[in-house]
């Protein structure tokens, strides 16, 4: 099967410099595929945008724009997180529901890719704004999502309140309760135990089994992580339970640093009212740009993405940086580490503990029995392991990189997929 590359829309929202698109390229050499189905891979399926109209508690009307991207549905329903931020683009929603794409195929669940946004700053909005903004958005997008269709999950900036309003604006939109058209939602509406931690927790077993193939452990490990919200809090727990030494973090305030290892419980109930990492009583005040080349043996990148650029990556002392977030490091930051032997661990291996639990938490919906915090976190931990071993394999036999590796796992899952389906007509 082959198209022809000129009859492949290349639209600005998709650069061929992304970062998505050079690792799917790179892949693509390695694997020789044809350069017919990478251009189709290249694009999104489905881009939606939308006008969201929510009446301000002052009475007047603000428009917000929301994107949905739905990059590819070949193994299974569209899956993706939403987030809300100010600075949204629909160029960065498109690279992220491709690097999701990926992300489900490496792991081997049965879902494509997709991302969402809202260019909002949710700290702006009251309570009330909020859940305005989200059930507007929610109904302007209710014949593009669904249970079998494509699934939102919490993001920057969303959590598990936004993904309640999400199932009941749909819920009451289509006559019937739909748990399944989101997950990462609360569990008395059917959300799955663990869910909350699984993304900090995929980033410590991956961490984990890394450390272990360098004959090292987690306990005593030094450990600098970025970004102190759903994902880098959860791991910076879920670090110091397991032993290892946590001596920075930081949020959009600012960094601490302690070289003994700050008290994460501590710090964790300190920022749970909505206080500041920055104000936690007694600790070193460091730059944000300062804790990303910090002397530690792990970096974690917890944030957003950007953050290791060709401007820090020659300073960089960690000797693994764990991708918590999606897409932190630029591509020619990861040239740079590569070249200086620091081991990336990709994102669409680090952070996949999120859509494995979301996809668990689907699956319990769909057999409506609903499991125990332990099997869940065993489930998580085989497709883990495995995801990881495999990768390891990967870049052992091919002689490549992790990241890489990874790809052209990924990648390779999904070209099979869509040459076994065929193209329609
Ligand atoms: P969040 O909104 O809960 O937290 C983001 C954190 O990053 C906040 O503490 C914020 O203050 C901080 N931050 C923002 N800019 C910063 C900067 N320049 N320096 C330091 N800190 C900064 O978001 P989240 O859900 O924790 O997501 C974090 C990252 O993980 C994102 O890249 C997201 O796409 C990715 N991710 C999230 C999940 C999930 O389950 N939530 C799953 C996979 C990947």
Redesign the pocket.
Known sequence: MTVSLEQVPNPAYICPDDMACSNLDRAAQVLHLDPSIVAVLRVPKRVVTVSIPVRMDNGQIRVFAGHRVQHSNVLGPYKG?L???DDVTLREVSA?AMLMTW?CALLGIPYGGAKGGVAVDPRSLSLGELERLTRRFTSELVRDIGPQLDIP???????AREMAWIMDTYSTSVGHAVPGVVT?KPLSIGGSRG?DM??GM?ALITTREALATANRQLAGTTIAI?????????AAELFARQGARVVAV??????IYDPDGLNIEHLADF?RDGS??AHFPGAKLIP?AG?LTLACDVLV?????N?ITDKNARLIQAKWVVE?????TTLEADRILEERGIIVLP?ILA?????VV?YLEWVQGLSYLFWDEEKVNHELEKLMVSAYARVLQQANHLHIPLRLAAYTLAVGRVVEAFSVRGLYP
Do not use: H, I, M
Request: net charge positive; glycine share 22%.
């Open positions: 997180g987030r809300y931020r992220l992300k999950a919490p993001d920057v900036g969303t959590s990462g869910r699984a993304t995929g970025q970004g102190f919200g759903k994902v880098g809090r959860a930081s949020d959009g305030s600012g960094g920022v500041k990492v944000n804790l990148p917890a944030a957003v993405e953050q918590a977030a999606n897409a932190p994102d952070n996949a503990g999120g859509v979301s």
